[in-house]
């Protein structure tokens, strides 16, 4: 009598455990897919990042380029400029220390 009894307390024992470890299983499985759609998340985010590196650096070469292309035009200008004074017979003015000073 006593044995049906400790039998009747050890299935209903199983029958619980085996409900908390299917619960378990479920949640396990949809924490894997979590973790499954955060991983394409990161690897998404780390190709913008790569993206977004890439067009700094291209920027950064971009504003390189045109200051060395304004540097060109404005060297240009001057000898323009000086060339239209030598033209009209103006004599560039110049500054104490000797640097010329454009007054245009």
């Not at 103006?90 to 220390?97: D, E, G, M, V, Y």
Request: glycine content about 4%.
């Amino acid at each position: 009598m006593i044995s049906y009894l400790v039998d009747a307390v050890l299935l209903i024992a199983l029958a619980f455990t085996s409900m908390r470890v299917t619960r378990m299983h479920r949640e396990l499985a949809r924490l894997r897919n979590y973790q499954g759609e955060f991983s394409t998340i990161v690897h998404e985010t780390a190709g913008a990042f790569d993206t977004v590196i890439t067009a700094a650096h291209d920027s950064t070469a971009n504003l390189g380029r045109l200051a060395s292309v304004l540097s060109t035009k404005i060297d240009q200008a001057h000898e323009a400029i000086a060339a239209l004074d030598a033209r009209t017979g103006l004599q560039p003015a110049a500054t104490a220390n000797g640097s010329e000073v454009n007054k245009h």
